[in-house]
């Protein structure tokens, strides 16, 4: 049986803040996204051009909310919604949810021509240090001139990773000038979550800055790396993502990767593939992708051809959204252990 969250008690205060770490692991989810259209002076900003696109009503709606409600009530309202649906969750005890710096052109500005999507460090970080159960996740564009600058006070705002998103920011991981970065990060103990794989929701990518092998830069440099969607999809120079990816976990012991958006209808089987490597276990991290979770695209229905349809009806009747996921991934083969995982590298990057 899976202890329920609610008889777990905190127990690790981070020096960035209080985070939620229990007596027994805890499901943390490391991959929790978030909204805004600038409404409440948040700074936020979505482009015209993917505000007309159909996915951004779809998205809203997915986070439980409405561009009219946000109108009115600030897009803090979206935190609130996330904390609040977390709160009932009876598996996942806390998130990170993650900011989105943008592109910068070539003065290190952000170019809002060029950014689709813009969660400002300063406005996150802020409201969740109003709900405990939401962890603050940074994003910063290394080419931006006071970069090092916005890492420090990211720390000090209660950032417990820095998130990217290569092919859409415009950031080649292997560029020699970010060891500054990099070794800024060490010295933080702040892990780098890095989107590796195809992206398809943004309409300007260049998915080659998305191979994980540039990684190895900020590996080397002894910075956390955890490959985010594990590299499940796209390819580059002809060879599967995957399995570009697979041989580093031998080369680098600071190596993870999280299993978001692994159980998309559109990366049908790619979990499996992942799980065969039980190699890895213990560098595989839980995360969700929300709102991706709260969409038709994960329904436990698409994975009917791999579990008994007694528990596909079971997982379907679920509300709550990240219950659902557990109890998805639980049924298609992720271990316990796999799911605890965070507890125990936020524990020991903190050491």
Not at 27 to 44: F, K, L, P, Q, Y
Not at 233 to 252: I, M, S, V
Not at 291 to 299: D, K, Y
Request: proline share 6%.
């Amino acid at each position: 049986m899976v202890p329920d969250k609610h008889d777990m008690q905190p127990i690790i205060s981070f020096e960035s803040g209080v985070h939620i770490m229990p007596s027994s692991p805890a499901i943390i989810d490391i991959h929790c996204h978030t909204a805004g259209i600038g409404a409440g002076a948040s700074g936020c900003f979505v482009s015209s051009a993917m505000r007309r696109n159909i996915r951004f009503g779809f998205f809203l709606n997915s986070f439980g909310v409405s561009e009219q409600e946000l109108l009115q009530h600030g897009d803090s309202l979206v935190l609130q919604r996330l904390s609040q649906r977390l709160a009932q969750s009876q598996q996942v005890s806390a998130a990170v949810v993650l900011a989105m710096d943008g592109v910068v052109d070539a003065q290190g500005n952000l170019d809002e021509a060029a950014t689709e999507i813009y969660i400002p460090n300063d406005f996150l970080g802020a409201e969740c240090r109003n709900h405990p159960n939401l962890l603050f996740g940074a994003s910063i564009n290394p080419h931006r001139p006071d970069a090092l600058e916005r890492l420090d006070r990211a720390a000090e705002d209660g950032a417990i990773l820095l998130k990217w998103l290569p092919s859409v920011q415009g950031i080649d991981p292997a560029a020699p000038r970010l060891k500054p970065f990099y070794r800024r990060l060490r010295e933080l103990n702040l892990p780098l979550l890095s989107h590796t794989g195809g992206e398809e929701a943004f309409t300007r990518v260049d998915n080659t800055l998305s191979d994980p092998l540039r990684l190895r830069s900020a590996l080397d440099e002894g910075v956390v790396v955890i490959a985010a969607h594990c590299a499940s999809n796209g390819t580059n120079e002809g060879q599967a993502n995957l399995e570009r990816l697979l041989p580093l976990f031998d080369a680098y012991p600071n190596l993870y990767a999280d299993i978001s958006s692994l159980t998309q209808a559109n990366r049908l089987g790619h979990l499996a593939k992942v799980l065969r490597h039980t190699d890895i276990h213990e560098r595989l991290l839980y995360g969700s992708d929300m709102p991706i979770i709260n969409s038709f695209i994960t329904s436990p229905w698409w994975h009917a051809y791999r579990i008994r349809l007694p528990d596909v009806l079971r997982i379907a009747a679920i509300k709550n959204p990240w219950d659902r996921d557990v109890e998805l991934k639980r049924a298609l083969g992720v271990t316990t252990g796999i799911l605890t995982n965070n507890a125990h590298l936020f524990n020991s990057a903190q050491r």
